[in-house]
């Protein structure tokens, strides 16, 4: 079964960055049409934000070379912007492995949006295993900086978040607010157990079942991988 996952890549190189940090009320969405040769093609949907202020971005970016208005509804407007510079240009400086970028884009994954920000990219992207996965996050750790908002598996019915299931988040929050993590401890096992009305024992499998599903989904996701 695959993942879901949510993250963030800061690199103020990557295209529109610049853009996005000019005009941080707005949002941009970036699709890339890549059979454009090098330079691909971007369609930028923008909500929010002064037109004005936008469309000077545009033009004052110097990643951009030319822009146009495709078309407007509401707040809602649609850009087709040509690139001043190749991928290869604009982060070759920026990124030490330039054939690890290319080889990305054959991985077993489908990015499914490019929410551009402040200092980076922020994507949502469909991997078809945790390899998968760990190989996009580790490039990005090394090249430039990867942080892990949600990841979960395709299928479920929720949201991409952290995994888990609505009695181990209940529990985690109670045994927080009583004091059960506090240094030191203020509330016990059974202080939690009374108030979920269930037995000391049953407090502690699910507590343990939810730290490890929290550290499997988020931290254990940004480790190097052990020496094989």
């Given at each position: 079964?695959?993942?879901?996952?949510?993250?963030?890549?800061?690199?103020?190189?990557?295209?529109?960055?610049?853009?996005?940090?000019?005009?941080?009320?707005?949002?941009?969405?970036?699709?890339?049409?890549?059979?454009?040769?090098?330079?691909?093609?971007?369609?930028?949907?923008?909500?929010?934000?002064?037109?004005?202020?936008?469309?000077?971005?545009?033009?004052?970016?110097?990643?951009?070379?030319?822009?146009?208005?495709?078309?407007?509804?509401?707040?809602?407007?649609?850009?087709?912007?040509?690139?001043?510079?190749?991928?290869?240009?604009?982060?070759?400086?920026?990124?030490?492995?330039?054939?690890?970028?290319?080889?990305?884009?054959?991985?077993?994954?489908?990015?499914?949006?490019?929410?551009?920000?402040?200092?980076?990219?922020?994507q949502t992207g469909w991997f078809v295993d945790r390899d998968a996965f760990n190989k996009?996050?580790?490039?990005?750790?090394?090249?430039?900086?990867?942080?892990?908002?949600?990841?979960?598996?395709?299928?479920?019915?929720?949201?991409?978040?952290?995994?888990?299931?609505?009695?181990?988040?209940?529990?985690?929050?109670?045994?927080?607010?009583?004091?059960?993590?506090?240094?030191?401890?203020?509330?016990?096992?059974?202080?939690?157990?009374?108030?979920?009305?269930?037995?000391?024992?049953?407090?502690?499998?699910?507590?343990?079942?939810?730290?490890?599903?929290?550290?499997?989904?988020?931290?254990?996701?940004?480790?190097?991988?052990?020496?094989?």
């Open positions: 079964m695959g993942l879901v996952a949510e993250f963030d890549i800061d690199c103020e190189a990557l295209p529109l960055a610049g853009v996005a940090a000019a005009v941080p009320d707005a949002t941009l969405v970036l699709d890339m049409q890549f059979n454009h040769g090098n330079r691909p093609l971007f369609l930028v949907t923008v909500q929010g934000g002064s037109r004005t202020a936008v469309e000077n971005a545009f033009t004052d970016a110097y990643d951009v070379g030319e822009w146009t208005l495709v078309g407007q509804a509401g707040d809602t407007r649609r850009y087709q912007v040509r690139p001043a510079l190749s991928l290869e240009e604009q982060l070759g400086e920026h990124l030490a492995d330039l054939e690890g970028l290319e080889a990305l884009a054959t991985a077993d994954a489908i990015i499914e949006r490019i929410a551009v920000v402040p200092g980076g990219w922020r996009f996050a580790s490039f990005w750790q090394h090249n430039a900086a990867f942080r892990l908002h949600r990841l979960t598996r395709d299928g479920e019915s929720e949201p991409p978040g952290d995994g888990l299931t609505d009695r181990q988040d209940e529990a985690l929050r109670i045994a927080y607010e009583r004091g059960y993590f506090d240094i030191p401890r203020t509330a016990s096992l059974e202080d939690v157990a009374e108030e979920l009305g269930i037995t000391p024992s049953s407090v502690s499998e699910r507590l343990r079942r939810a730290q490890t599903q929290l550290i499997e989904e988020t931290v254990a996701t940004t480790w190097p991988p052990l020496p094989s």
